[in-house]
């Protein structure tokens, strides 16, 4: 079996993207203006559009896990995964049309600012910790499945 590594055109190509990633974030740090309230850093003063907003929480939601894991999920169970792509776009379109006004209309920016309007602090930080704890879990997990599927 032959050993496979990373040849110089990969090392080129990721050191490129490694660069521009750091060159934007540098340019937009300085040169853009800055925001005055985390309202406005977090929500883009309301100017996010429908297509970068969309973009950005589905890129979110992807990891080495998905890409390693969705297609031994399709070779295991075979084409049942489509459900859950299905699933995903009704439970989107729900959050949109039925929780996403009622969060504009409260004015919140985040589940977690809705659950203290609605209840009190010590249930914002109760689910707060339990989502970070969760979090540090997935992320463990989302680190080691590239780590193990690269060492084999």
């Known amino acids: ?27 937009f740090g300085f040169f853009k203006r800055k925001q005055s309230s985390s309202k406005e850093y977090l ?8 297509f970068p907003t969309a973009l950005s929480i589905m890129v979110s ?10 297609p031994s999920e ?35 920016t985040s589940a977690y600012e809705y ?7 010590k249930v914002r930080m109760c689910a707060s910790f339990s989502y970070s704890f969760l979090m540090l879990i997935y992320m463990a997990l989302v680190l080691y499945a590239p780590a193990l599927a690269l060492s084999q």
């Open 61 to 70: 939601f992807l990891s080495a896990i998905t890409i390693l894991g969705i």
């Open 1 to 27: 079996m032959a050993l496979r590594t990373l040849s110089i055109v990969d090392y080129i190509f990721l050191i490129i993207l490694l660069l521009s990633s750091a060159v934007i974030g540098v340019l």
């Open 43 to 50: 929500l883009a003063g309301g100017s996010m559009g429908v």
């Open 115 to 121: 659950l203290e309007k609605r209840f009190d602090r």
């Open 74 to 108: 399709v070779y295991v169970y075979g084409t049942m995964y489509i459900y859950q792509g299905i699933s995903y776009i009704l439970s989107s379109t729900i959050t949109a049309l039925v929780f996403m006004p009622k969060f504009r209309e409260m004015n919140c």
